[in-house]
């Protein structure tokens, strides 16, 4: 699927014509791609190593820094405990959830901390950094969704601010034939919109229109991004969240650990998400008449794929 790329080099909020590409990739495909986004090649390969590096302790180690009953939200999640909705097996994936460092009095009471690795020099920075910089770009994706649907370019600003977002590091390791299921089941993301890093590895796959598993695999340069659920409610479906996944490999020769770095832009948990008026007409009736909160959403959502 050679799916639509954009480039911020000069970035403009109302550049229309940029707006108009994103928004309808969002409607079409749910997928899109951004080149020239601004964030450091150095800072991406960075946090990469570092991601492999603390995939790479001793399981008794790494089981220091899960957080019972978090939900999986921050630190360490084992392999073989995320289970995507209507999936027979376990994904076959570990990973770490790094939030938002920058909480304001409200929030910081009630949301969950983020692990330090004091053990590895250099992590807590390197993923501080990168988050923030995504949480930046994010926000200027955000405003040119908001303007293709015809609101206010900043509608997203003060409803992502102190958003739940996550930066996940993710290991695929090898596969081992004896157990069950594929590296990642087919399913759609919770939040509003991803923004992945490390889509040059072969694996990644989505869900055309025919019903037909595409592959997407782009070089290191660009990050693509697709459509949440939550987005998708908020927009009474015009925008689609895609449904993809990762199979393992098909030749036995390229069998080896696997690794990604997605970051899930989330509203703020006491937004309420209600349909966008300009998203019903007479045509397209409000799927949604009741609202839900954004952090409850979340809830059922973890609850659905094993992590509560």
């Known amino acids: 699927m050679n799916i639509p ?17 994103i928004g309808l990739a969002c409607k079409e495909f749910g997928f899109f791609a951004i080149k020239d986004h601004g964030i450091s090649a150095d800072l991406i390969d960075d946090t990469l190593n570092f991601s492999k590096e603390i995939f790479n302790l001793p ?24 289970k995507a909705i209507n999936a027979d097996s376990s994904d076959q994936k570990e990973f770490w959830h790094h939030g938002r460092s920058n909480w304001d009095n409200k929030h910081k009471i009630i949301m969950p901390k983020n692990e330090k690795v004091d053990s590895i020099k250099g992590f807590n920075d390197s993923l501080n950094k990168l988050y923030c910089e995504l949480d930046n770009l994010g926000e200027k994706i955000l405003s040119c969704i908001a303007t293709f649907l015809e609101i206010e370019p900043d509608w997203f600003n003060n409803k992502i601010n102190q958003g739940n977002s996550i ?49 997407i695999i782009t070089n290191s340069e660009v990050i693509v991004c697709n459509v949440g659920d939550m987005l998708q409610r908020l ?14 490999p098909i030749n036995d020769g390229k069998n080896a650990s696997r690794y990604s770095m997605p ?39 973890l609850n659905a794929i094993n992590l509560t």
Request: charged letters at 25%; one cysteine or more; a positive charge.
């Open 167 to 215: 930066l996940r590091l993710i290991h695929y390791p090898p596969v081992d034939n004896k157990i069950r299921g594929i590296r990642a089941a087919p399913h759609e993301d919770i939040n509003l919109i991803t923004l992945l890093l490390g889509t040059q590895q072969e694996g990644l796959e989505v869900l055309d229109r025919n019903n037909q598993w595409v592959p």
């Open 5 to 21: 790329v954009n480039s911020f080099k000069n970035f403009d909020s109302g550049n229309k014509e940029i707006a108009k590409d």
């Open 59 to 82: 399981l008794k180690s790494k089981m220091n820094y899960q957080q019972c009953d978090g939900a999986g939200q921050r630190g360490y999640t084992p392999f073989g405990i995320e």
């Open 235 to 248: 927009t009474n479906h015009k925008l689609k969240s895609t449904t993809h996944r990762v199979i393992n």
């Open 263 to 301: 970051f899930f832009i989330h509203l703020n948990p006491s937004f309420s998400i209600k349909t966008l008026t300009k998203c019903i007409d007479k045509k397209n009736p409000n799927i949604y008449p009741e609202e839900i909160l954004a952090n409850d959403f979340l809830k059922m959502r």
